[in-house]
């Protein structure tokens, strides 16, 4: 814990202050950069997204896939469908905190569908590591512990479950 304190404490030294933040008249001025086919064109969307520092942004799509998009190189990293075409991805989340060798190689994510199940994966190998099926309906969110090794889980169905995702358990 205290490892980890430090760690944000010098993360938040470096962040900007709110009052250096742009005014509504400059974000008006902002233009695209970029635009990116990342989903299937026959059940166009991108439900849910996050990003992971400047370089991963992880898309969860209408079409079933999960999408990982390096934006620095602007290339598709890694896709796949974990639970099939035909179960759309609501929710879809990196790993907070993954250490710099595992971004980009093991980037693991939490990603749900309408049948209430959720995985934590790591993308590049497409390969669960823990699966969530106590739920009847979709996840609807999801919140690290600050050291990563618990996660809530919310669901439409009303209930909501605690796991250890490092021991791979539900204790809750």
Same mark, same amino acid.
């Given at each position: 814990?205290?490892?980890?304190?430090?760690?944000?404490?010098?993360?938040?030294?470096?962040?900007?202050?709110?009052?250096?933040y /742009?005014? =509504?008249?400059?974000?008006?001025?902002?233009?695209?950069?970029?635009?990116? /086919?990342?989903?299937?064109?026959?059940?166009?969307?991108?439900v849910?997204?996050?990003v992971?520092?400047?370089?991963?942004?992880i898309?969860?799509?209408?079409?079933?896939?999960?999408?990982?998009?390096?934006?620095e190189?602007?290339?598709i990293?890694?896709?796949?469908?974990?639970?099939?075409e035909?179960?759309?991805?609501?929710?879809?989340?990196?790993? /907070?905190?993954?250490?710099?060798?595992?971004?980009?190689?093991?980037?693991?994510?939490?990603?749900?569908?309408?049948?209430?199940?959720?995985?934590?994966?790591?993308?590049?190998?497409?390969?669960?590591?823990?699966?969530?099926?106590?739920?009847?309906?979709?996840?609807?969110?999801?919140?690290?512990?600050?050291?990563?090794?618990?996660?809530?889980?919310?669901? =439409?169905?009303?209930?909501?479950?605690?796991?250890?995702?490092?021991?791979?358990?539900?204790?809750?």
């Open positions: 814990m205290e490892k980890l304190s430090d760690n944000l404490i010098e993360k938040r030294k470096k962040q900007k202050a709110p009052s250096d /742009p005014k =509504r008249d400059e974000l008006a001025k902002f233009k695209e950069s970029g635009s990116y /086919p990342l989903h299937k064109s026959t059940a166009p969307g991108i849910n997204m996050d992971l520092g400047d370089q991963y942004v898309t969860g799509g209408k079409d079933g896939q999960a999408v990982l998009f390096d934006a190189s602007e290339q990293v890694t896709k796949f469908s974990p639970y099939g035909a179960n759309p991805l609501t929710l879809t989340s990196f790993l /907070p905190g993954q250490a710099p060798e595992q971004q980009g190689s093991l980037v693991m994510l939490g990603t749900s569908h309408k049948n209430g199940q959720l995985g934590l994966w790591n993308i590049q190998e497409q390969k669960s590591l823990y699966e969530v099926k106590c739920h009847s309906a979709t996840i609807s969110d999801i919140s690290f512990q600050a050291l990563n090794e618990f996660v809530a889980v919310g669901s =439409r169905d009303g209930s909501w479950s605690f796991h250890n995702i490092l021991e791979g358990k539900k204790l809750g």
